[in-house]
């Protein structure tokens, strides 16, 4: 009799096992939250090479763009043929292309050559009021300092039309030679504010008389942007 009671029990105590184990194997795993925790990249991407050569001031990079944007002011000269004072206030927008990296290293001229194309306009406001408006290809060099100050010369020739008229000037269509210099300063990698000083022309070239020409000093702030 006793054995048959401690059979019954040790039966149920076992099914009871089961039947907890069973139910226990049943309940879903936990969640994995492993996936869900951004995991560090095994590299670093390097950034973008730039505009630079090697670091601000050690030259541009081949094919490096710029688009600036100048004001300022001409002050007349009555010289060179001029008989007349031309003084004239200008803006100018100009699409620069670096046409290669660094040239000349280990001299302190080492530098990038830049073609730029600049379209200005303005008006002239001494000794009468005048407009006018051209279209100029420069080139230009800019000499690598290793600095943030980037100085620059520049000549440049194209076309002028202009409402300027006699004494000096004997029609619309004119044409201007430009030759100058300046400095750029960087205020981030690719921001730059400047000033630049060229000498400007305009004359027709002997197509139609008279030809005796504008001729002035003209003086320009601006900021550029290179990408």
């Known amino acids: 009799m006793e054995s048959s009671r401690f059979i019954h029990r040790s039966l149920v105590a076992g099914s009871t096992l089961a039947t907890t184990l069973s139910n226990y194997a049943a309940e879903p795993a ?3 939250f492993s996936d869900a925790v951004p995991q560090p990249a095994s590299t670093l991407e390097s950034p973008g090479p730039g505009i ?26 009555a010289h060179f043929g001029s008989t007349q004072v031309h003084d004239l206030a200008l803006a100018s927008l100009t699409y620069g292309l ?3 990296g ?9 530098g990038n050559w830049e073609l730029r194309f ?12 005048a407009w006018l408006v051209g279209l100029t290809p420069h ?14 010369f520049d000549v440049g020739a194209g076309v002028t039309a202009t409402s300027i008229g006699l004494p000096d000037l004997s029609g619309t269509f004119q044409f201007n030679l430009q030759g100058g210099g300046g400095v750029q300063w960087f205020i981030r990698d690719n921001i730059s504010f400047g000033v630049d000083v060229r000498y400007l022309h305009i004359s027709c070239a002997g197509i139609n008389t008279p030809n005796l020409g504008v001729n002035t000093i003209r003086g320009m702030l ?6």
């Open 139 to 152: 080139l230009r060099y800019n000499f690598a300092t290793g600095t943030r100050w980037i100085p620059c």
């Open 52 to 77: 630079w050569q090697a670091g601000v001031g050690e030259g541009f990079r081949s094919s490096v763009h710029s688009i600036s944007f100048d004001l300022g002011a001409s002050y007349g000269l």
């Open 118 to 129: 600049e379209l200005f306009s303005g008006a002239q406001f001494s000794p009468n009021s």
């Open 98 to 100: 670096m046409l290669d």
């Open 102 to 110: 660094p040239v000349s290293d280990g001299h302190w001229y080492r």
């Open 30 to 32: 936990p969640p994995d």
């Open 222 to 227: 601006g900021a550029s942007f290179y990408f």
